[in-house]
């Protein structure tokens, strides 16, 4: 039976790039954070009439303003001020009218909850509010990252709410967000996008939509929920073999050897894909997408357990290195309780000013509560608040006194530490614990400090 036909689509099949060229083509974002703003922004520098729509008055305030807070996104505040000058993006925070737009472009966040549990209220509320405005022929694209199943079986149903049918009447597609935080308008113009739609036509659109106002080649895929697998078979892959290098790190520490020289060895086979051990894994992405496909297999009564036992093994790690700080401590004669342990580095990863589920916060939080005095260090948060301390505004300041230097994240800074005068400023004997093995151990010997690193203990390697 051929697939079922969108009726009259706002912007038929073959029109897309031409519209956009013309200023024709209206495009509402929902959701203008860290994946949404680009998305306006971009939309808008290819042509498009842009509405940002967001539950946040400050959110919306700001972007008409041209403000964007996003201050690690190269890039994307001189875009945002053009055209909230111009007027090609408009935010609101209002639904009235807001929906009447050619596509609608959801990108709300999708967390999990205590229970790792998917939360998908944002995108229920998001749909709600679009299915009240929704008209007939226009595509509602979703970019937020779901599980397989939730575009066909949650977005389409509540938009339907509307009294129009999906696929018939509206279009329904789903594009996965694929952006790197801290590159994400460098990935948004270079990276093929993934997209499958309920309808030929519509998939073929939205193709073209991303084809022309983005400049990549998108991957068309049979259905959303292929493209909701795509997104997320890449994100567990990498959580999977990440926990594969902290299984082995462990397993390092205990047969003395480098786990970090090990893979960087392994690294020089064509078909061997590197990953590194270390404090555990953050962010909005890699510590949540492996919930969305088990509870969606779960649901078809599958159980995936190597996704859940790497969840288990990287949310091991702050522990591991709260063991470690201790026994680094104890080898220069001190104990957690009443030392001065300066965290360099809380961002969950390096170079972006992003403390989303930061594993470093799990080591610190259960390291304050073993007695230590905590102290912070991240260029990204000179002089700020950031998760309840204020940032030092140097390292050197952070590092007086310090009876233990942790470093949490391997920000590019530290490439370049003076490790002699740290451990100068430092207590007499102190140790340093490198959560991402980012530091020479030898240089870190050298300056005076009791090094240990994550899948290498304390063995200081030879060469
Ligand atoms: N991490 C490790 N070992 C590694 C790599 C990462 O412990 O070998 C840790 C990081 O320190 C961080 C966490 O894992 O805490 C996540 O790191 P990430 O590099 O995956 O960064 P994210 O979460 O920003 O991932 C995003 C993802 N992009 C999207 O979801 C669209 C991911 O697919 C990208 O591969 C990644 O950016 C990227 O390439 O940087």
Same mark, same amino acid.
């Given at each position: 039976?051929?697939?079922e ?31 949404g ?26 972007? %008409? ?70 008209r ?96 997320l ?35 020089t ?54 063991? +470690?700080?201790?026994?680094?401590? %104890? ?25 989303? +589920? ?26 700020e ?12 300041e ?11 994240t ?8 003076d ?13 340093l ?12 010997t ?18």
């Amino acid at each position: 039976m051929a697939p079922e036909k969108t009726e009259q689509l706002m912007v038929p099949p073959g029109t897309a790039a031409r519209r956009l060229k013309q200023g024709a083509v209206k495009i509402t974002v929902v959701g203008l954070g860290r994946i949404g703003l680009p998305t306006a922004a971009l939309f808008a520098e290819a042509g498009a009439k842009v509405t940002g729509f967001d539950v946040d008055p400050s959110v919306v305030a700001d972007t %008409n303003a041209g403000r964007c807070k996003f201050v690690d996104e190269p890039g994307l505040g001189d875009l945002v001020r053009k055209h909230a000058k111009s007027g090609t993006i408009k935010a609101t925070g209002s639904p009235e009218g807001a929906f009447d737009s050619d596509f609608v472009v959801i990108c709300v966040p999708t967390p999990v909850d205590q229970g790792k549990t998917p939360d998908y209220s944002a995108v229920r509320h998001a749909s709600e509010d679009i299915g009240r405005g929704l008209r007939r022929g226009t595509v509602v694209i979703t970019e937020s990252t779901v599980g397989p199943g939730i575009v066909e079986g949650l977005i389409g149903p509540t938009l339907e709410s509307s009294g129009l049918r999906a696929t018939h009447d509206f279009g329904l597609a789903a594009c996965p967000e694929r952006s790197d935080p801290g590159r994400i308008l460098r990935d948004m113009r270079s990276l093929p996008r993934i997209i499958g739609a309920t309808g030929p036509e519509c998939a073929s659109v939205v193709v073209e939509l991303y084809r022309a106002a983005l400049g990549v080649e998108p991957i068309r895929v049979t259905s959303p929920r292929t493209a909701n697998a795509v997104k997320l078979t890449e994100n567990i892959f990498r959580d999977v073999n990440i926990a594969l290098s902290n299984e082995f790190a462990l397993l390092f520490e205990g047969l003395g050897i480098d786990a970090k020289e090990v893979i960087d060895a392994c690294a020089t086979k064509y078909n061997f894909v590197p990953h590194y051990p270390g404090i555990g894994v953050g962010g909005p992405c890699l510590p949540s997408n492996s919930y969305y496909m088990i509870a969606e297999a779960l649901k078809a009564g599958d159980i995936p357990y190597l996704v859940r036992m790497a969840r288990e093994i990287n949310d091991r790690m702050p522990e591991h290195v709260v063991e +470690l700080t201790s026994e680094a401590l %104890n080898r220069v004669g001190k104990t957690v309780r009443g030392s001065k342990v300066a965290v360099f580095g809380v961002a969950y990863k390096p170079d972006v000013k992003d403390v989303q +589920l930061t594993p470093v916060e799990r080591t610190m939080k259960r390291l304050s509560a073993m007695g230590a005095e905590i102290s912070v260090y991240d260029p990204m948060y000179r002089g700020e608040e950031v998760l309840g301390y204020r940032g030092s505004k140097s390292a050197l300041e952070a590092s007086r006194g310090a009876d233990c230097i942790l470093l949490g994240t391997a920000h590019s800074e530290f490439k370049e530490l003076d490790l002699v005068s740290l451990s100068k400023a430092a207590s007499a004997k102190a140790a340093l614990v490198d959560a991402r093995n980012a530091v020479d151990p030898e240089a870190a010997t050298a300056a005076g400090f009791v090094y240990c690193g994550v899948g290498r203990a304390f063995r200081v390697p030879t060469r």
